[in-house]
């Protein structure tokens, strides 16, 4: 019995993907849409994302220090 309830569940998410997807046309603006979104999301972080490493990076280095004095 769990195993055909798990293949139905399995299988009403699929049906649910495919509907979503065959509903969901683009327009002739959601490619620009999607280059602008990605841009903010992807090019606008990166200054957070090296501030970040630069801290994770000196912290490594704080850690790491005394382990590797003896080399």
Known sequence: MP????????????????????ASRPTADF???LVREIYKIG???LPIIAVGGAFVGLSLTLVGFPALETY
């Open 3 to 22: 195993l055909t309830s798990t293949l139905r569940s399995i299988g009403r998410a699929g049906l649910f993907s495919l509907s979503v997807l065959r």
């Open 31 to 33: 490619f620009n849409e």
């Open 43 to 45: 090019g606008r972080s």
